[in-house]
C-alpha cells in the first residue's frame, strides 16, 4: 500500500478554542459523557442524493455477533447495552445506523441478526415518540451464488422483513461479486425504482469498481450515493488507492467504516493489553509499541479541547470533507461519546500534524476485496 497520499483536507476546520490545558485534563471526561444535540440535528446530504443523513452514525455490526465482537457470545446483558446505544444515540441527535444482512449471528443458541435487533429498537422507540425519524443503512451480500439484479431485490425484502420496515434509506453492495456486478448495480437501480429504498450505495468498491457503478446508474439516472470502505488515521488506503479522490470528484460520499480502528485509536489499547479475539491478531504488541507516539500526540490535543482520543480522531475524518464515519456502538456510553465529536474542529495544522504522525506507521491488512 505504498501509494502517494492524496492531500485533501477540509477548509472547515476552524479552531474553536477556549479552555487551557489543565482546564481540558480536569474536563476531558466529562466531555466523553456530553453530546450537543443541535449540531448532531444538522445533516448532510449523502452524495448527489435526495438522501440526508447525520454527520456521524453509527454501526451496528456488533449487535448480535458472536463471531468476531463479543467474545463470542451473546446474552441479554449485551441486548440491554445495545439497545441503550441506540437509544442514546437518538437523544444525541445521531440517526443514521449502518447494517447488514450478514451482521449479527444466526446459527448460534440465544444469538440474533443485527437486522432484527435494530427494526425492534426503532419500534419500540417509535411507540415512544411517533415522529422520530431513523435513516436505515442495509447491505446485500454479494454471495457466489447470487446472481442477477433478481437477487438483490430477494436480499433487501428479507432485509426488510428482518428489519419489519416497508423501506430503508440506504442499500448497499457488501463488496464487489467475484462476477455478476452489472446485474447487482442493475438491482439496485430496480430498488429505488420501486420504492424500495431511497439511495443506493456500493461498499469495499475500488476507484474502477466505483466509477463503473456510477457510470451504469447515471445512464438511469440514479445517482450512486456512497462507498463505504476502511478509513481511519492509521488505515489511510482510500487516500492512497484513489477512492478518496474519485469520492470527491463523482460527488459520491465516502461513509468510513472502522473509524476507530476498531478501538485500537481510542488509547485503550497499549503493548501490555492488546485487544482480545480477532483483533489481538492485527493490532500486535509490536504494532502497539509504534502507535504510542500518535496515540500520545492525540490525547494532548484532545485535553486542549476538552475531548477524548475516540472523540479527536473521528472529528479527524469528519474534517476530511465529504466523509461520514460511522463507529460502532456496543452501549450508551459509546454512543455518547461518538455524539462529542461533532460540534468543534481541529485546525488544518492539527489534522496535517496527525496525518504526518500516522504515515510512520505501517498499515494493518484491509479487507481483500478492496482490491478486486
Same mark, same amino acid.
Given at each position: 500500500m +505504498?501509494y ?5 483536507l477540509?477548509?472547515?476546520c476552524?479552531f474553536?478554542g477556549g479552555?487551557s490545558?489543565a482546564?481540558g ?5 466529562r466531555?466523553?459523557?456530553s453530546?450537543? @444535540?443541535?449540531?448532531?440535528? @444538522?445533516?448532510?446530504k449523502l452524495?448527489?442524493?435526495?438522501l440526508?443523513?447525520?454527520? &456521524?452514525g453509527i454501526g451496528?455490526?456488533s ?13 441479554d446483558r449485551?441486548?440491554?447495552a445495545? @439497545?441503550?446505544?441506540f437509544?442514546?444515540?437518538?437523544d444525541?441527535?445521531?440517526t ?10 444466526r446459527a448460534?443458541?440465544g444469538a440474533?441478526?443485527s ?6 429498537f426503532?419500534?419500540e422507540?417509535?411507540q415512544k415518540?411517533?415522529d422520530?425519524?431513523?435513516a ?8 457466489p451464488?447470487r446472481l ?8 433487501l425484502k428479507d432485509?426488510l422483513s428482518r ?5 430503508v434509506?440506504?442499500y ?10 452489472e446485474?447487482?448495480?442493475?438491482g439496485?437501480?430496480d +430498488?429505488?425504482?420501486?420504492g &424500495?429504498v431511497?439511495?443506493v450505495?456500493v461498499?469495499n ?6 466509477r463503473?457503478?456510477?457510470?451504469? &446508474?447515471?445512464?438511469r439516472?440514479?445517482p450512486l ?7 481511519s488515521?492509521?488505515y489511510?488506503a ?7 479522490a +474519485?469520492?470527491?470528484?463523482?460527488g459520491?460520499? &465516502?461513509? +468510513? ?5 476498531q478501538?485500537v485509536?481510542t488509547?485503550?489499547y ?8 480477532p483483533?489481538g491478531?492485527?493490532?500486535?504488541p509490536?504494532?502497539?509499541?509504534k502507535?504510542?507516539p ?8 484532545g485535553?486542549?479541547?476538552?475531548k477524548?482520543?475516540t ?6 475524518l469528519i474534517?476530511?470533507?465529504?466523509v461520514?464515519?460511522?463507529?460502532g456502538?456496543?452501549n450508551a ?8 465529536a461533532?460540534g468543534w474542529?481541529l485546525t488544518?495544522?492539527?489534522a496535517d500534524?496527525l496525518?504526518?504522525l500516522?504515515l510512520?506507521?505501517?498499515p ?6 478492496e482490491?478486486l
Amino acid at each position: 500500500m +505504498a501509494y502517494a497520499v492524496v492531500q485533501h483536507l477540509g477548509s472547515a476546520c476552524l479552531f474553536s478554542g477556549g479552555s487551557s490545558l489543565a482546564e481540558g485534563r480536569l474536563r476531558v471526561r466529562r466531555a466523553a459523557v456530553s453530546c450537543v @444535540k443541535t449540531e448532531e440535528q @444538522k445533516k448532510v446530504k449523502l452524495g448527489s442524493s435526495d438522501l440526508e443523513v447525520t454527520k &456521524l452514525g453509527i454501526g451496528a455490526w456488533s449487535w448480535g455477533d458472536t463471531s468476531y465482537w463479543n467474545n463470542f457470545e451473546w446474552d441479554d446483558r449485551k441486548l440491554k447495552a445495545a @439497545k441503550g446505544a441506540f437509544d442514546k444515540s437518538i437523544d444525541c441527535g445521531i440517526t443514521f445506523f449502518d447494517t447488514a444482512e450478514v451482521y449479527g449471528s444466526r446459527a448460534s443458541f440465544g444469538a440474533i441478526s443485527s437486522e432484527t435487533l435494530l427494526g425492534r429498537f426503532i419500534k419500540e422507540r417509535k411507540q415512544k415518540n411517533p415522529d422520530v425519524e431513523v435513516a436505515v443503512a442495509t447491505k446485500f451480500a454479494a454471495l457466489p451464488w447470487r446472481l442477477g439484479r433478481q437477487s438483490v431485490l430477494s436480499a433487501l425484502k428479507d432485509s426488510l422483513s428482518r428489519l419489519e420496515l416497508s423501506s430503508v434509506e440506504l442499500y448497499q453492495l457488501h463488496w464487489p461479486g467475484i462476477w455478476g456486478n452489472e446485474g447487482y448495480i442493475d438491482g439496485l437501480g430496480d +430498488a429505488v425504482e420501486q420504492g &424500495l429504498v431511497k439511495a443506493v450505495g456500493v461498499s469495499n468498491y475500488s476507484e474502477k469498481r466505483l466509477r463503473q457503478a456510477y457510470e451504469q &446508474l447515471k445512464k438511469r439516472g440514479i445517482p450512486l450515493a456512497s462507498n463505504q470502505v476502511n478509513y481511519s488515521l492509521i488505515y489511510r488506503a482510500p487516500e492512497e488507492n484513489g477512492v478518496k479522490a +474519485a469520492c470527491d470528484e463523482l460527488g459520491i460520499t &465516502l461513509i +468510513a467504516y472502522s473509524p476507530i480502528a476498531q478501538g485500537v485509536l481510542t488509547g485503550k489499547y497499549t503493548p501490555e493489553n492488546p485487544p482480545t479475539g480477532p483483533r489481538g491478531r492485527i493490532y500486535t504488541p509490536e504494532f502497539l509499541t509504534k502507535l504510542q507516539p500518535l496515540i500520545k500526540r492525540i490525547k494532548e490535543m484532545g485535553e486542549s479541547y476538552s475531548k477524548t482520543p475516540t472523540q479527536v480522531v473521528l472529528n479527524w475524518l469528519i474534517c476530511q470533507d465529504n466523509v461520514v464515519p460511522i463507529p460502532g456502538a456496543k452501549n450508551a456510553e459509546q454512543a455518547e461519546e461518538f455524539g462529542g465529536a461533532l460540534g468543534w474542529s481541529l485546525t488544518k495544522e492539527e489534522a496535517d500534524e496527525l496525518r504526518a504522525l500516522a504515515l510512520e506507521i505501517k498499515p494493518v491488512i484491509g479487507f481483500p476485496v478492496e482490491k478486486l
